[in-house]
């Protein structure tokens, strides 16, 4: 049985980065279909809040504690979780596992030229990772075109970086159509491997104030950010009444 902590009603997997990806690394190893969502209080409430995202969620084989509210409730809530395992870390992570074993990958999503840019990146970063296919995200979901393209080429491992909750949706309706591969939506992480938006420097991840860096350099962000406080009250309110719902 997997190890999990319950938060708001998602079970997040209670493992570090490193026992995770070792988890992973098994599951390509068998070439186990797999669906990984790296969630954090956004998506938690997104899940509460939406029906059709919360169906799809369920499918989900993990759910990581993407973002410091996630951690902070598991331990207020008595559960820790031993530390935050993020899209961007696991995507790395991941980029590593696949060239030390020569898989392969596929990337959807971004604009053309972040996708462009990434490619060359991880190329250069992962020499012998296989680009199995690349496709912006900005397509037609009726059209057949990316589904089709992964069926003959049976890649190992699926990005989409299509922001929330459309990677998950996409991941949702399309994974059944496929015999292998880990699938896992990365929000902007092809952004910033192909450098065009970056990361909160060490210092401000290590406090733990990535989102207020975030905010600052895109404060059109500010509207997602809402679902912070609302977040951390739902917690509170289930450490008082003990419910795990
Ligand atoms: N994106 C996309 N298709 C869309 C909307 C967004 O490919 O229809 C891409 C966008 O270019 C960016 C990534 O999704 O590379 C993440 O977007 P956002 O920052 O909104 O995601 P989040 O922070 O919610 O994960």
């Given amino acids: 049985m997997k190890n999990t902590v319950r938060i708001l009603g998602v079970d997040f997997v209670n493992s ?10 098994g599951h390509l190893e068998r070439e ?19 029906a059709n995202y919360r169906a799809v969620v369920e499918k989900a ?3 990581t504690a993407d973002g410091i509210g996630v951690v902070k409730a598991a331990g207020l809530l008595g559960r820790p979780l031993p530390e935050r395992v993020t899209g961007f870390e696991t995507f790395m992570g991941l980029l590593q596992i696949a060239n030390e074993k020569g898989y392969s990958i596929y990337l959807l999503g971004a604009q053309d030229e972040v996708l462009q840019k990434t490619v060359t990146e991880i190329m250069t970063q992962f020499p012998n990772v296989k680009i199995a296919g ?10 057949d075109h990316i589904p089709n393209e992964i069926q003959r080429t049976k890649p ?4 989409t970086a299509l922001g929330v909750p459309r990677q998950e949706l996409w991941i949702g309706q399309n994974m059944d159509k496929f015999e292998k591969g880990v699938f896992m939506g990365i929000g902007g992480s092809f952004d910033v491997l ?5 990361r909160a420097p060490e210092f401000w991840q290590k406090m733990n104030l990535e989102w207020a ?3 600052m350099k895109q404060p059109s962000r500010w509207k997602r950010q809402l679902s912070l406080p609302h977040f951390a009250l739902k917690v509170i309110q289930q450490k008082v009444t003990g419910k795990h719902e």
Avoid: C
């Fill in 134 to 143: 690349a496709h912006h995200g900005f397509f037609d979901w009726n059209d």
């Fill in 61 to 63: 084989n993990y759910v």
């Fill in 16 to 25: 570090t980065l490193f026992e995770f990806l070792n988890t992973l690394s």
């Fill in 194 to 198: 192909a450098g065009a938006v970056q």
């Fill in 213 to 215: 860096y975030r905010l």
């Fill in 156 to 159: 190992d491992l699926i990005f």
């Fill in 32 to 50: 186990e279909k797999t669906f990984v969502v790296t969630a954090n209080p956004e998506i938690v409430m997104k899940v509460r809040e939406d």
